[in-house]
């Protein structure tokens, strides 16, 4: 019977991935880990445990929180601040980041940027969801106050990044700089076991994934170029195929392994774009250039776009690499 490999394996067998790193890298890939176990657990008891629907608040955007929201943010945060590998924390629910100044943590030399629960809009009616987190290397000197330099790093200072996709399966898919690897969750054993080893974009694909419903509020580059994928060209396999669930880490994670692209433009109820480039554009964009895919705004590289605010919004256009750059082909012809 072949042996499948862990999680916690894997990364002991990978530490050479940072070796700038005394295994505390290792250890908060763990701890994030145990956090998306326990909010695993949670979402599948919700419906039973009196914490779907909307908690009463908006956050930090303005945009109503679930339930869920507040419980997977408040479970990464105790789950992290419990072991002293960071030492700050910035989430998309928080309106500012958080110090972790205790003892334990004064010589911490990483910092976690995160979304708890993209999505969240779907829990109540069972579609799947996930969580999106980014580490990066503190610019401040361990034993200095954590400051908002540190969190305000450009997309290709990240250390490592990844998400975990709640499904019909519970799936962790992270990278540290040298390829992507899938680990999916056994409920019996506990323990996540490597599933989906080195990823790659398929070299061609058909998928598009863009909220078509906002299609009058486009810029005239994307509305030519849904025009264009929905067209009838056998040759060149089109009309390409629609998918969209409202969840960006179901979205990417589909794309990623059939081949596709995702979409979130500019617009007039989106004017910067609605997607947030600390915790949703980023980490997804290191985990496309390291599977073989493109990640931009439409023009730039995301990875290069130097943030200046917490919550940030950019466009963002990600995938298949011929087919973000057919897009950004139409966004340069038509501005």
């Known amino acids: 019977m072949e042996r499948h490999i862990t999680l916690g394996e894997f990364i002991i067998e990978n530490q050479k991935d940072f070796p700038y790193a005394k295994g505390e890298l290792s250890a908060l890939l763990s701890s994030i880990r145990l956090a998306g176990k326990v909010v695993n657990q949670a979402i599948n008891k919700a419906g039973l445990s009196e914490i779907l629907g909307k908690a009463g608040n908006e956050n930090v955007q303005g945009e109503d929180q679930a339930k869920l929201d507040v419980m997977a943010n408040d479970v990464f945060i105790e789950t992290l601040r419990n072991r002293g590998e960071i030492c700050g924390i910035a989430s998309e629910e928080l309106e500012d980041y958080l110090i972790f100044d205790e003892d334990m943590h004064k010589d911490a030399k990483y910092i976690v940027l995160m979304d708890p629960l993209d999505g969240s809009s779907n829990i109540d009616v069972d579609i799947t969801v996930g969580t999106i987190f980014s580490i990066y290397r503190r610019i401040s000197k361990p034993g200095e106050s954590v400051n908002k330099e540190d969190f305000l790093q450009p997309g290709e200072n990240q250390v490592a990044a990844g998400y975990i996709i709640y499904g019909t399966s519970t799936i962790l898919v992270y990278t540290t700089g040298n390829g992507v690897n899938g680990f999916t969750f056994d409920p019996g054993i506990g323990s996540f076991f490597l599933s989906h080893p080195e990823i790659k974009f398929p070299d061609h694909g058909k998928i598009y994934s863009v909220n078509e419903g906002n299609y009058v509020h486009f810029p005239t580059g994307v509305k030519k170029y849904i025009k264009w994928v929905q067209e009838i060209d056998e040759k060149d396999g089109r ?88 897009a950004e082909e139409f966004m340069r012809d038509n501005q």
């Open 239 to 326: 009309p390409y195929t629609s998918r969209y669930t409202g969840s960006l880490v179901a979205d990417f994670h589909r794309n990623m392994l059939l081949g596709g692209i995702y979409l979130y433009p500019t617009g007039t109820t989106s004017p910067k774009g609605k997607l947030r480039l600390l915790y949703e554009c980023n980490p997804m964009a290191f985990l496309t250039e390291q599977a073989g895919g493109k990640c931009t705004d439409g023009f730039t590289r995301i990875l290069e776009l130097k943030p200046t605010e917490l919550h940030e919004r950019v466009p963002f256009f990600c995938g298949n690499k011929e087919m973000v750059e057919k």
